[in-house]
């Protein structure tokens, strides 16, 4: 029995809710159960030097957890001060909403996800990644409605979830008190039914090839649920 009362196959409820902040070219709050993330997008007419009179765009990410985001507060981080785990995940970020970019048709401007943490409870880079989709979509819609690009360049959609060993049992969309007693844990980031990214590990039990397979199946249900659930929030 999971501590949640859910199936071994069952995501925790989520919502995405847009149009958050007023101000920002794409915006969402989405709440994977307890854990609920604020993603805004910003667009930027410039590109890192780096991309300069290439022809391609770029999309990059930033990622902070609020200072009650868990059960003590944690301390704000200057950027110049980041842990290895927040530049870690933000470049997780970045990495997988870039994957289901053409950057050929974004143009050579950059879009910024900014992913905010407002409480957690396990899965924070995973929602992050999910809603910071949403976000990054909005700001694309506003992009073609001004007539700045003239086709759609996030080809596919993006979503990432959680899936682990828990008490023995693979499970889908780990909260915190699973995450923290996982025998196994892992992130899995997808795309138009192709994997972007894995990122698992042994957490004191090591797993199988069957029981990875396990979890990749339960990662695939996983997404296709994100999925619908970012459609709608676009719509």
């Known amino acids: 029995m999971r501590p949640s009362g859910r199936k071994t196959d069952e995501l925790r409820p989520i919502s995405i809710e847009t149009g958050i902040t007023r101000h920002a070219e794409g915006s969402c709050l989405i709440k994977c159960g307890d854990t609920h993330v604020l993603c805004t997008a910003t667009i930027d007419e410039r590109v890192p ?12 990410a930033e990622y902070g957890m609020l200072p009650r985001a868990t059960n003590t507060r944690m301390r704000r981080e200057a950027k110049e001060g980041q842990s290895g785990r927040t530049q870690e995940i933000q470049r997780l970020i970045g990495r997988s909403l870039r994957a289901g970019v053409d950057r050929v048709a974004l143009g050579e ?27 990054l979509k ?78 990749l ?19």
């Not at 991309?51 to 770029?58: A, F, I, Q, V």
């Not at 994997?195 to 039990?205: F, P, R």
């Not at 296709?224 to 929030?233: C, G, I, V």
Request: charged share 20%; proline share 4%.
């Open 138 to 215: 909005l700001a694309v819609k506003k992009l073609m409605k001004a007539g700045l690009i003239t086709s759609d360049p996030l080809v596919y959609p993006v979503a990432a979830v959680s899936c682990g060993i828990y008490a023995g049992q693979p499970v889908l969309d780990l909260d915190y008190p699973e995450d923290s007693e996982a025998g196994v844990d892992g992130n899995f980031v997808l795309t138009g039914g192709r994997l972007i990214e894995v990122q698992m590990s042994a957490e004191g039990a090591t797993f199988t090839r069957d029981q990875m397979t396990t979890l």
């Open 109 to 135: 401007r950059q879009i910024i996800v900014d992913c905010d943490v407002i409480q957690a409870d396990g899965g924070t880079r995973c929602a992050s990644i999910t809603g910071g989709w949403v976000a």
């Open 49 to 60: 030097p780096f991309l300069k009179n290439t022809g391609l765009g770029w999309v990059t």
């Open 217 to 235: 199946d339960l990662a695939d249900k996983g997404v296709a649920a994100l999925m619908d659930a970012q459609r709608a929030a676009i719509a």
